[in-house]
């Protein structure tokens, strides 16, 4: 699995050869990347900074992170295969929407929302 594309195909092989497409409505997963996030999520909660640095030092813990990003991949790779969501494009419209929103002169340094950007 190389490629994005590649990798979106492998995952519809997956589903299909065990006939979840009946379960995978937008809703569902939605819910799904949801869920996994918080997964993620739920690894980091109430760590310090020291904490979470020792964290992704130690390769149990980075494993226990690894599979979690997979999850969320899977479930963001699967919505955009069953409704035919360009990921690549769709980030890099995203990119240049960002990129607007958030001038380097004004934001560069800066941990705020667009709009309190002075």
């Known amino acids: 699995m190389d490629s994005l594309k590649n990798t979106t195909q492998a995952v519809k092989e997956f589903c299909e050869a065990r006939d979840w497409d009946q379960f995978h409505s937008p809703k569902e997963l939605a819910i799904g990347i949801s869920n ?23 390769d149990a813990k980075r494993q226990q992170i690894s599979q979690e ?35 380097v002169e004004k934001s560069k340094g800066k941990n705020v929302k667009y709009n309190e950007l002075y």
Do not use: G
Not at 37 to 53: D, G, H, I, Q, V
Not at 72 to 85: A, I
């Open 36 to 58: 996994e996030a918080n997964e993620l999520l739920s690894l980091f909660r109430f760590k310090s900074k020291e904490e979470m640095e020792k964290m992704l030092k130690d």
């Open 69 to 103: 990003l997979a999850d969320v991949l899977y479930f963001l790779l699967r919505f955009s295969q069953m409704y035919d969501f360009d990921l690549l494009e769709a980030i890099k419209e995203k990119m240049e929407i960002n990129n607007r929103k958030y001038p």
